[in-house]
């Protein structure tokens, strides 16, 4: 006999005497009831039946229960494994509609969340031992560390006990309400840290004095009482028990510590007692109106369900009754956790709450600690595989489920920056991932800035270059009067003197952060300047030339080529490389330029050239008039003079060439800022070049020879040839 269902058959009976003692309810009309084994199968309103099938009205129009559906406690114990963070789970089941519909929700419920089972097994407590063994076995092996048992009482108690031979590592147990509040199971320590949904616990006032309230000749009315009684005191009330003791009246049933006397958690008690109530609020529905009842009225069957269907009240001990139109209640449950007492046996303790009828994702309040599985009172961790921090990406494992994964680093360029992100996200073209790889930060913008070393490098020979030029400016205007300024052809001097301080000073435009103005201003002052400072340099080697033929008898060439021509043609050869710029500036000019395929992790930040055709127009023209220029200055190299300026015009046209042919594939190839640096170093190299090989040696003659620096030296009469 189980004690416990003997306590809700007695609940039944208590509930009817409770209702036939009130004068406010079904005044005149007194029920009676029928007590029978049912084998735990389904009444028409059940305390028990939870199997969600039962909700289908089409195959049960008539049933109804005051316990909640299993698609609710599926939904819940779902819930409650993702609320906890456990994505790896085992589940076992009864084999019958309770455990696999049961299961099957749960599954559906977990799959939606997210959640993997690593196995699902079934189970009934009449098979053979070999498949108990083998679902034993399963469990002892797995590595999830928690278990959902959607169980009936009688095959979680064979499954504990078969367990119980070979206890498996500690697991956390998520326990259906069938077995979950069953005093039964409270002998099983490996159960210890459990939790799972019963039903709320409640207080019956005058429920534990009814039940204490039995003697023998009572207990002798009833063959169930009988049976309890004699099981209870082991003694016989009929003597009809073999061996046994007369029953001799000292028997106290105060001091029975069986589920029958234990009252402090009643909850499937509970739902008898609303349930009978329902039966009889729906039997006064029927054949009562507001001042009395019809002992006489006939009704049948179908009026009584058509009336529990629309009932709706509160108990004495405040539990609300109504169904829905499945015939459900309202899903309330509390979460029940298995606790040591001081004594060191287990306990039921409420946890918190869940409650179906508030708004998702509002469903659990929680009231106390849990104490999980081992005394901890940290959640255990449940996982196929740790969560993959920011900067990976989860793959899955090839033939596990997706619980089961690899944490994979995101690609370069790439990002994810949350915990287990399926995908990692490119960062855009402006911004590069830092070095975790989970945010991605603005690229650092390269150019060529004033701050760093080799632009202050760069920058001191340019400002050197200049000042030096602006020297020797002074130097042959103070001396401008003296045969070697004269015979050099002082105005190309001085100009040329100019144009190389300004070809000095451009290689600063090419210095900064580039924007708009500086774009256009570097290339086109560059180009300006050099093509000056060259028509200066040509101007002379063709004075140079013209002089020599205006010795020859009979020529009158240097009125040809004298000052106002001098001037004329380095303006000409200066206009053109203008009309070149203006020409680029208006059709495609320089601008700054974001570049983002040079570095991935860097943008260099430099001046596009618009239009290439422009770009190489200006350097062609440069390089066209630079190698007229040596040309012209090789074929007068040997012209006799002591002082035959050709010769070094001709040296430093052999630099100029040089340094701009090396600067080519030197500046394609040059990464970054030192593209610019490149680009700075061909035009002070250059400048130096002109500058050392045209000026270096007047300036040595007058400062440090000036004996030389006489007519008649220059002419070839005087006693030494310093050149």
């Known amino acids: 006999m189980s004690f416990r269902e003997l306590r809700f058959a007695r609940a039944l009976e208590f509930t009817i005497h409770e209702i036939n003692n009130r004068t406010d309810f079904l005044p005149g009309i007194t029920l009676g009831y029928q007590i029978h084994d049912s084998c735990a199968e389904v ?22 229960r005051t316990i909640p559906s299993d698609h609710h406690q599926a939904a819940a114990l779902a819930k409650t494994v993702k609320y906890f963070g456990w994505t790896w789970i085992g589940a076992v089941r009864s084999d019958t509609d309770y455990g696999n519909i049961g299961m099957a929700s749960f599954l559906k419920a977990a799959q939606e969340e997210g959640i993997c089972v690593e196995y699902s097994e079934s189970l009934y407590r009449t098979e053979p031992r070999s498949k108990l063994e083998r ?9 999830a560390r928690v278990i959902v048992a959607f169980l009936a009482s009688g095959d979680m108690r064979v499954l504990l006990e078969e367990l119980t031979r070979q206890p498996p590592p500690p697991l956390q147990w998520i326990g259906s309400d069938a077995w979950i509040i069953h005093p039964e199971f409270l002998r099983f320590n490996m159960c210890a840290g459990a939790i799972g949904f019963g039903i709320p616990r409640s207080v019956i006032p005058g429920f534990r004095e009814f039940l204490l309230d039995l003697s023998p000749e009572q207990a002798l009315k009833s063959p169930l009482l009988t049976e309890f009684w004699e ?24 001091a029975l510590q069986n589920p029958y006397t234990d009252t402090s958690q009643l909850r499937i008690t509970n739902l008898v007692y609303k349930a009978t109530y329902a039966i009889a609020h729906a039997i006064h529905g029927v054949i009562c109106n507001d001042t009395q009842c019809d002992k006489s009225a006939k009704f049948t069957p179908l009026q009584i369900l058509d009336q529990l269907k629309r009932v709706d009240f509160t108990t004495k001990n405040g539990f609300q009754v109504s169904f829905d139109s499945s015939g459900d209640p309202v899903a309330v449950y509390e979460l ?27 469903e659990f309040s929680m009231s106390r600690a849990i104490i999980w599985m081992g005394e901890q009172t940290e959640v255990p961790r449940s996982v196929c595989s740790e969560s993959c921090p920011p900067g990976t990406r989860k793959a899955v494992q090839k033939g596990k489920p997706i619980c089961c994964y690899d944490c994979i680093p995101c690609a370069e360029g790439e990002i994810s920056n949350k915990t287990d992100s399926l995908n990692c996200v490119r960062c855009p073209s402006d911004f590069w991932p830092n070095t975790q790889q989970d945010s991605c930060l603005p690229k650092p913008v390269e150019f060529l800035s004033w701050a760093d070393t080799l632009s202050i490098i760069l920058t001191a020979f340019s400002l050197s270059g200049a000042f030096v030029a602006v020297c020797v400016i ?31 000073l451009c290689s600063l435009t090419f210095i900064g952060q580039p924007s708009k ?8 002052v560059f180009g300006i300047t050099f093509v000056l400072c060259i028509s200066c340099v040509l101007g002379k080697t063709i004075v140079v030339l013209m002089a020599f033929r205006a010795t020859l008898p009979g020529s009158n060439v240097m009125k040809w080529f004298g000052p106002p021509q ?25 601008l700054p330029f974001k570049n983002l395929k040079y570095y991935k992790e860097r943008i260099i930040l430099e001046c596009a050239l618009g239009s290439a055709v422009g770009f190489w127009a200006v350097l062609g023209y440069i390089g066209f008039l630079a190698l007229l220029c040596f040309i012209l200055a090789f074929l007068a190299r040997k012209l006799p003079d002591n002082f035959n300026e050709a010769k070094f015009i001709t040296f430093s046209m052999l630099i100029f060439c040089a340094v701009w042919v090396t600067f080519i594939p030197a500046y394609v190839s040059s990464p970054g800022k ?50």
């Open 474 to 504: 002074a130097v042959f205007y103070k001396h401008r009067t003296s045969p070697i300024v004269r015979a050099n052809n002082s105005e190309l001097s001085f100009l040329l003197l100019f144009s190389l301080t300004l070809c000095f």
């Open 566 to 590: 001098q001037r004329l043609s380095v303006l000409a050869f200066t206009l053109i490389q203008v009309i070149i710029c203006v020409l680029w500036l208006t059709t495609s000019p320089p």
């Open 674 to 723: 030192f593209t610019v640096a490149v680009e700075i170093f061909a035009i002070l190299a250059s400048s130096f070049g002109l500058f050392i090989c045209i000026f270096a040696p007047k300036c040595f003659l007058i400062m440090f020879r000036p004996e030389q620096n006489t007519k008649k030296h220059l002419m070839g009469k005087g006693p030494s040839k310093a050149f």
């Open 43 to 64: 009444p028409t309103v059940s305390h028990y039946s939870t199997c969600a099938c039962l909700s289908d009205k089409h195959q049960y129009p008539a049933f109804l």
């Open 336 to 362: 029940i956790n298995w606790q040591f007492k001081k004594d060191g046996g287990l306990d039921f303790v409420t946890v918190g709450h869940y409650d179906s009828s508030r708004p998702r994702g509002q």
């Open 517 to 524: 103005w500086s774009c256009m201003l570097r290339h086109t």
């Open 231 to 254: 099981s209870s005191f082991s003694c016989s009330l009929t003597g009809s028990s073999g061996g046994a003791r007369e029953c001799d009246g000292s028997e106290d049933i105060r």
């Open 135 to 143: 679902v034993a076995n399963v469990i002892r092996r797995s590595t």
